[in-house]
Nanobody, 115 residues
């Protein structure tokens, strides 16, 4: 059974930093990523990372956020620096099973940024 568990969310002042973690289990994963959803907005891509370490970022977070992963331990992180109020959202971990079209989601972790 695949499980994705996010942690690391919380309240931070604008300009501060947070580090999100995603602990994945139950499969070997290919592309993994972070998405976020703010109130009354659609879920949007934040960043993705391939098993080989290639990364992709939304323009809004380039230069401020860094995605990384440890394949051996099935863990992924999102280092978020210079946080802005508009970064506030529920952040979701996403993982795609290796060699399959199956995609999985965590339950999310809330990030609140005060101005």
């Amino acid at each position: 059974q695949v499980q994705l568990v996010e942690s690391g969310g919380g309240l931070v002042q604008a300009g501060g930093s947070l580090r999100l973690s995603c602990a994945a289990s139950g499969s070997i994963f290919g592309i993994m990523g972070w998405y976020r959803q703010a109130p009354e907005k659609q879920r949007e891509l934040v960043a993705t990372i391939t098993r080989g370490g290639s990364t992709n970022y939304a323009d809004s977070v380039k230069g401020r956020f860094t995605i990384s992963r440890d394949n051996a331990n099935n863990t992924m992180w999102l280092q978020m620096n210079s946080l802005k109020p508009e970064d506030a959202a529920v952040y979701y971990c996403n993982a795609n099973a290796w060699g399959s079209s199956n995609t999985y989601w965590g339950k999310g972790t809330l990030v609140t940024v005060s101005s």
